[in-house]
């Protein structure tokens, strides 16, 4: 699973997300706004080295294998599309 933040440009887009949710292929959830691409609150330097931390203890897939795992969606999502 991937989360992605999104904004979106107009009601014909967001009754398409709707419509992908209905299908079950997406969840729509609401956004985390302490999200560091989004402009906020300056990180502290402990805040920073605990991200780090549970970073490096994240699991990881190869390149090779996300790449594959996004072609197999973006097929899917396509095929809803068109």
């Keep these: 699973m991937q989360t992605l933040f999104v904004e979106i440009s107009d009601k ?5 997300l709707q419509s992908l949710q209905t299908k079950k292929l997406i969840r729509i959830v609401e956004p985390n706004m302490e999200s560091l ?3 906020g609150k300056e990180l502290t330097v402990e805040e920073l080295k605990t991200m ?3 970073t490096e203890k994240s699991k990881t897939i ?3 294998q996300a790449e594959k795992k996004w ?6 999502l396509q095929a809803l599309i068109h």
Excluded: F, H, R, T
């Excluded at 014909?12 to 398409?16: G, K, V």
């Excluded at 072609?71 to 899917?76: D, F, I, R, T």
């Design 12 to 16: 014909n887009a967001l009754y398409e």
């Design 71 to 76: 072609q197999v969606k973006k097929k899917k």
């Design 62 to 64: 190869s390149l090779q």
């Design 52 to 54: 780090i931390n549970n």
């Design 37 to 39: 691409a989004l402009p």
